[in-house]
T-cell receptor
Framework: GQQLNQSPQSMFIQEGEDVSMNCTSSSIFNTWLWYKQDPGEGPVLLIALYKAGELTSNGRLTAQFGITRKDSFLNISASIPSDVGIYFCAGQDGINAGKSTFGDGTTLTVKP | NAGVTQTPKFQVLKTGQSMTLQCAQDMNHEYMSWYRQDPGMGLRLIHYSVGAGITDQGEVPNGYNVSRSTTEDFPLRLLSAAPSQTSVYFC?????????????FGPGTRLTVL
């Protein structure tokens, strides 16, 4: 089946630093999504990308859909303590939104 | 709107027991899915549904059954629980908007099988 490789697995950063994480796939996706999961909660969508090359921002978050359609990255600028959590990338290869392939997540720790 | 609700929040089972995890959504979404999340791993798709009366298998369907008799409800049945099914289970729903594929997740059910 499809596999997503998400890196890094974990990050420990100082408040105010910028963060970058990425996902690569062995196959092409039509949609890339980035989610954040707080402890004890379900994932919440941060950014959705629908076109190769697309660059989208949501506040301090910026994500890009790779030109090859096999990769995506997420940047967080000027991190704050509430950015702590697990960030997941997810890819979809069709219009069926019920079928997403998720990466294993990047656990972010922000030290004040 | 309550969004996606899941019950129970926590459950402990003995090996061989059966149970049903409940999931309901009040957003009139066509698509619903069940995922499991194991420590240090992402979410793996168990079963999904594109509408009432239609279900299909995901990546890890063995040991689980689903049905979708209404748009609102999508229960997940564990037929004979095994320790390997200890996990956190998330239900998600999404509207059918063509390219707009945001999934809304419930708060999860934490299941331990002894």
């Amino acid at each position: 089946g499809q596999q997503l490789n998400q890196s890094p697995q974990s990050m420990f950063i100082q408040e105010g630093e910028d963060v970058s994480m990425n996902c690569t796939s062995s196959s092409i996706f039509n949609t890339w999504l980035w989610y954040k999961q707080d402890p004890g909660e379900g994932p919440v969508l941060l950014i959705a990308l629908y076109k190769a090359g697309e660059l989208t921002s949501n506040g301090r978050l910026t994500a890009q859909f790779g030109i090859t359609r096999k990769d995506s990255f997420l940047n967080i600028s000027a991190s704050i303590p509430s950015d702590v959590g697990i960030y997941f990338c997810a890819g979809q290869d069709g219009i069926n939104a019920g079928k997403s392939t998720f990466g294993d997540g990047t656990t972010l720790t922000v030290k004040p | 709107n309550a969004g996606v609700t899941q019950t129970p929040k926590f459950q402990v089972l003995k090996t061989g027991q059966s149970m049903t995890l409940q999931c309901a959504q009040d957003m009139n979404h066509e698509y619903m899915s069940w995922y499991r999340q194991d420590p240090g791993m992402g979410l793996r798709l168990i079963h999904y549904s594109v509408g009432a009366g239609i279900t299909d298998q995901g990546e890890v369907p063995n040991g689980y059954n689903v049905s979708r008799s209404t748009t609102e409800d999508f229960p997940l049945r564990l037929l004979s629980a095994a320790p390997s099914q200890t996990s956190v289970y998330f239900c998600a729903s999404s509207p059918h908007r063509g390219s707009y594929n945001e999934q809304f997740f419930g708060p999860g059910t934490r299941l331990t099988v002894l």
